[in-house]
């Protein structure tokens, strides 16, 4: 495919997820319905349509229209490309551009929340969390994240996974988040074929994700509930530290990999139903990563951006609330509480931590963390409690 064909794909994509199609579902409809692409087409298509979807507001402005013609028009623009150079009808490209769309003005001139590719409504509240960081992280979501990789210390260390994927053309560099963090720079799309990610020595998991394990006093043997282990990244992680790990989570179905990621990495992880997690009762720690908005983690996952609404965030926070009364009952008497979110809205992370105590005598905050995207990673909280 041409670059311009790319582009005229990018928009035929833009434009059903623009109409509900969910983002995901949409890139699939056009793959199936187009198996011409090749693998490289493809990828190109996807970070065409991620890119848009991330600066949806400011390339709607510099395009002219909020559609996915308007969005690649000013996604152009924002690069410093004219889009007259590939909006010209040859090729399987897009049309060439009408009268009305020659015009564009600077992303400088759009007033804050378009040229950060803020919603309106959300802009106060991230800015009240962020305070003088809010410019800098809402400018930081606007961009592709990095690929982070865990290293399993368990089983190996950082330098021996980098020249293992050296040796496979995939380039990776030690990162300061966390001792296990590997930032790859080189080869991303061959990771999960590696014989290192094969072989259970490395996961795919956010570099601060991995910095809030780090923080948690996990000593070996200790037996820890990953209360929303979701995938079990994070029990993963747990269990490489030697805790003993039961994980949880209200659908059972997302943690159906888990299984088999445990036996790649090496380590043993219980899961146990919401119906039967009480019998086993207590546990040293208890960790949730709860429910929430998503916002530290927009980069990776930008529809969630634009599908939030202030109804969507209180029935979050009523969630996590009761999510944080629930598992204080499964700690025992010395047990402890980590509770973490990939947000970056305080209603969601310190408001929550103050509401628990305020609910719950006897138990006191005695760590408390938050990471943004200028740290490096995903924007992500996390309180430790203790009785």
Not at 142 to 149: E, G, Q, Y
Not at 187 to 209: C, M, T
Not at 265 to 272: P, W, Y
Not at 354 to 369: I, K, N, T, V, Y
Request: glycine residues 10%; charged residues 25%; proline residues 6%.
């Amino acid at each position: 495919m041409t670059p311009a064909a790319r582009v005229a794909a990018a928009i035929e994509v833009l434009d059903a997820w623009l109409g509900g199609t969910a983002l995901e579902r949409a890139l699939t409809n056009w793959a199936r319905a187009h198996r011409f692409a090749g693998s490289k087409d493809r990828a190109a298509i996807r970070d065409h349509v991620f890119d848009a979807v991330r600066c949806r507001r400011s390339f709607a402005a510099l395009g002219g229209a909020e559609t996915g013609r308007g969005l690649m028009i000013g996604a152009l623009r924002a690069r410093g490309v004219d889009p007259a150079t590939l909006f010209t009808g040859a090729g399987y490209g897009p049309p060439p551009l009408a009268a009305g769309e020659r015009g564009g003005g600077a992303r400088e001139a759009l007033p804050e929340p378009v040229r950060l590719d803020c919603p309106d409504w959300l802009a106060p509240r991230l800015s009240q969390s962020l305070g003088a960081d809010f410019a800098p992280v809402m400018e930081a979501l606007r961009h592709r994240a990095p690929v982070f990789l865990r290293v399993n210390l368990a089983r190996t260390n950082r330098d021996a996974v980098i020249g293992a994927l050296h040796d496979e053309a995939i380039e990776a560099r030690a990162h300061a988040l966390s001792p296990s963090a590997l930032e790859v720079t080189r080869g991303e799309r061959r990771i999960q074929s590696s014989r290192a990610f094969r072989d259970g020595l490395v996961e795919l998991q956010d570099a601060a994700s991995q910095a809030v394990i780090d923080l948690l006093p996990i000593r070996s043997g200790m037996r820890v509930l990953d209360y929303c282990a979701g995938g079990g990244g994070k029990s993963l992680a747990l269990a490489a530290r030697g805790a003993e790990v039961t994980a949880h989570d209200i659908e059972p179905r997302r943690m159906s990999d888990i299984p088999a990621r445990a036996a790649r990495a090496g380590v043993r992880i219980a899961t146990a139903s919401t119906d039967r997690v009480a019998a086993q009762a207590p546990f040293d720690l208890v960790v949730a990563d709860a429910p929430c908005s998503g916002s530290g983690a927009w980069r990776r996952s930008p529809q969630g951006k634009w599908d939030l609404t202030p109804e969507r965030l209180d029935e979050l926070c009523a969630i996590q609330a009761g999510i944080l009364d629930e598992i204080a009952g499964l700690a025992g008497p010395r047990g402890q509480i980590a509770y973490a979110t990939c947000s970056m809205i305080d209603t969601e992370n310190a408001a929550q931590i103050d509401g628990f105590l305020a609910r719950h005598p006897g138990w006191c905050r005695s760590l408390e963390r938050r990471f943004t995207p200028r740290d490096g990673g995903d924007g992500f909280y996390v309180a430790l409690l203790t009785r």
